[in-house]
Every structure is written in structure tokens, then in C-alpha cells.
């Protein structure tokens, strides 16, 4: 079985430009980590995409081809042809401005089989506001998400952010009128949100989906600082949480399952736990810097799991897997 992994920013996509920094080293762990599991599978050979301008990848990957693209900015393009000559294909990729849901329907109309939730998962889940209002209409307890002008009165501080953004790019705290003023005056208009800065504690969780069900893989504890007017993932704890915790979170997989069925495969879950429990920031349909530490967490290759999912149609049984805790630490030029 021959798989192709584009993980879009380490694989030329946003070529000729430089992507940022931060970007790379969280596509690079996420590409890693993949290729390690995939290539610990029997059976699997892998196509992969490298950006010329990177160096090579460090690691050793039994069967894996690299394709290295120059800065012509044709990635996509390539993308569609590797596809077709392949079995299966993994995306990873930001959804801003559709660029999950473009690759997605790609593989689709080329009818291969995607490795992550199709496109009209991501079509939902790229919006943080649609997102908030399809599952605050199903009763899910949501961080309140609006456009940036249709907010009639902020609860300062305020999180404004790209509504399709991904991680913390872009994100800014505005504390003041004054500050709001300006945000609106530079980003009205240009497909921004805001949410309120709720207390609570940063968490994300790592789920496999199928059907309308779901089984939470594990819970982690995002390290976010503030810097520079906004915030910087510094690294994530999977696994990290107490038993207490894991409790409180415990519905909250199935019950994003049963409002979304499109969901396929592994997604991650951004929230807040409050006093009165997780409060949804946003649902990632792809790869997450938490699924680096799921080996070690869970004592199994998820890269298996989601290929023994895509093979027989069933959820693993969760009584399978431990739940060690591992630190993941991004490397420090993601604070810069």
C-alpha cells in the first residue's frame, strides 16, 4: 500500500513565500511523527513532499520517498498528481483560506481514499464561528465566537483572531475600547472573530471519529504564554491531566461526534475548562501537535489505528490503550 503524506507547509505549499517559522517546526513534528508510525507498519510505503528550501528531515524512514519541490509554487498541482498514482492520502495542512478543504476535495474527486475527515468536515470546522454556532444550536457549551463587527458589546479583554486561522497565528489580546476601535478600523470586514478571554484552563483533545461516534485518545494540557500581544504554544502535555479532569471532559468526544458525523478519522478539540465545564474554542479535522506524543501515550501506533479504522470501519477499543503522560516541547524558534 503506497500513501502519500503532504504536510503543506514543510512540502512547498506556500512557495515562492517563506512560511513562518512557527509553522514549520509544528508541521515538521506533526510530519515526523507521522512518518515514524506509518513507516513502523507493515506493508506501507510512502510518498512524502519536501520544500527544496528546507533541509533534509532528520529521522530515518524506511520506504519513504521524498519528493522535493522548488519555489514555482506548484505544490497542489503535484500534490493532485502523486495522488492519483498512490493508494491513500494523508493531508496536513492549515485551513486557512480552504486550503484543507481544496486538498481534501482533490483526493475526492480523484476518488482515492483520504486518510483525515473529508471535505465537508473541514468545510465546517475551518470556521471557528461556524463551528460555535453548529454546536451551540446541538447544545455543546461553546467560548462564544462572533464576527469581529457584530460584537454590540465586548467583554474586555477580547481574543480577536483570523476566523480560519490555525494555531495561535494571528491571535491578539485587545483589552481596551481604544485597542477594540483600532481592531475594528484594520480588521472589519476581513473575515476576523472574537471571543472573549474566559478564565479557565487551555486543554485540547485528541479523538478518533467514525460514523457519528467517537473515542477520546487523550487529554492534554496546551503550554500557551502571552508574547507580543498575543499568544505562543510552547508545547503541549498528553496525557497530562488528572482523573478529576479527565471526568469532567468525558462526554464531550461523542458528543461532538453525534453533532457532526462528517468527522472521520483523528481530529483535535480546542477548550477552555471552566468551573462549569469545557467551553469549545475550536475542532482541527486534521493532525495536531498533540498526535506527537500519542505513541508513547497510548502504547500503540495511531497511524494503525486509523488505517485499521479506514479497513474495517470500527473505533478501537479504548480498554486498549494506556494513558502515560508525555511532555511534547516545541522547539524555541516557535517563541520567536
Partial sequence: MRILVFEYVTGGGLAPEIPPASLVVEGEFMLMALLRDLSGLPGVDILALRDAR?????????????????????AERRFGELAAGCDAVWPIA??????????????ETLGKPLLT????????????????????THGIPVVKTLPLDAWPDPMFPMV?????????????????PEAWRHCLERFAGQGYVAQPLIAGEALSLSALFAQGEAIALSLNRQHIIRRDGGFVLTGCGVNAV???TATACGTLAPAIAATLPELWGYAGVDFILTPQGPRVLEINPRLTTSYTGLARALGV?????????????????PARLDRVPVEITLEPEHEH
Fill in 242 to 244: 488528572d482523573a478529576a
Fill in 117 to 136: 475527515s473529508p471535505a465537508a468536515a473541514v468545510g465546517i470546522a475551518a470556521s471557528k464561528f461556524a463551528t460555535a454556532r453548529h454546536l451551540e
Fill in 160 to 176: 480577536v483572531k483570523p476566523d480560519d486561522g490555525v494555531g495561535c497565528e494571528g491571535s491578539r489580546i485587545v483589552a481596551t
Fill in 54 to 74: 528546507l533541509p533534509p528531515p532528520s529521522g530515518n524512514f524506511p520506504r519513504t520517498e521524498w519528493i522535493a519541490l522548488d519555489t514555482g509554487g506548484d
Fill in 301 to 317: 501506533n495511531p497511524a494503525g489505528l486509523i488505517l485499521d479504522l479506514w479497513r474495517h470501519g470500527r473505533l478501537p477499543d
Fill in 94 to 107: 492549515p485551513e486557512t483560506g480552504g486550503i484543507l478543504e481544496r486538498l481534501c476535495r482533490t483526493v
